[in-house]
């Protein structure tokens, strides 16, 4: 009878391969901890400015759109209602007048001015500056209204002609078609405006000045 011994597997050298691995030195503990603190200081840092930058971005975007179609809808508002040629004569100028009393509400200057710190940083604040002024003259002065309104519609024409309200963000803001008409229109009377001053030298609507007696 034949009998089969069985051989003991041989694990000392896996054995001291564990042992030389156990006794290897390790990273201590504090340096892992101040390690993982100052990756989460880093990441939190960066996550924070993100934040701050794409809420920034968006506010401005916000404050850009107010402003692009609060002046354009002014600007549609005078023109529309000065060229109007339906109304006697006689009653124009008075509906014209409270037309504008109701179209120029003056909204995006009053929420642009709320936030100076904001408003400031837009190279667009210029047009604002510019503009509200001539559209409150409107309203302020009504005794000259042919003056005052082709006195704004041509600073209107002015800063879309030199691109201080970007053509851009009149597509983005109005949408492509409205952009493009109102572009048109002001670079029109932007064009009519350099061949009056070159031939006359005086503004569209200075020689309609209102008949202050008969509008009292």
């Given at each position: 009878m034949l009998l089969f011994t069985q051989e003991t597997p041989d694990y000392s050298r896996?054995?001291?391969e564990i042992?030389?691995?156990m006794n290897r030195p390790t990273t201590p503990v504090w340096r892992v901890a101040v390690f993982s603190a100052f990756?989460?200081?880093v990441f939190g840092i960066v996550a924070q400015?993100?934040?701050?930058?794409i809420?920034?971005?968006y506010r401005r975007y916000k404050m850009r759109r107010v402003l692009y179609c609060d002046l354009a809808g002014m600007f549609w508002a005078v023109e529309n209602i000065m060229a109007v040629t339906d109304v006697p004569e006689d009653d124009r100028w008075r509906w014209q007048r409270a037309q504008l009393t109701k179209a120029l509400l003056f909204r995006g200057e009053k929420y642009c001015l709320d936030t100076p710190e904001l408003y400031m940083q837009l190279p667009e604040r210029y047009a604002g500056e510019m503009l509200y002024p001539y559209f409150h003259q409107i309203l302020d002065d009504d005794k000259w209204l042919n003056v005052n309104t082709s006195l704004a519609l041509s600073a209107f024409s002015h800063v879309v002609h030199s691109g201080t309200l970007k053509p851009m963000y009149l597509r983005l803001f109005l949408g492509r078609k409205e952009a493009g008409d109102l572009r048109r229109s002001a670079e029109l009377r932007y064009t009519q405006n350099q061949e009056r001053l070159k031939g006359v030298g005086v503004p569209d609507g200075i020689e309609s000045k209102p008949d202050e007696d008969s509008r009292t």
């Open positions: 896996q054995l001291e042992v030389k691995a990756v989460g200081l400015f993100l934040v701050m930058l809420t920034d971005l």
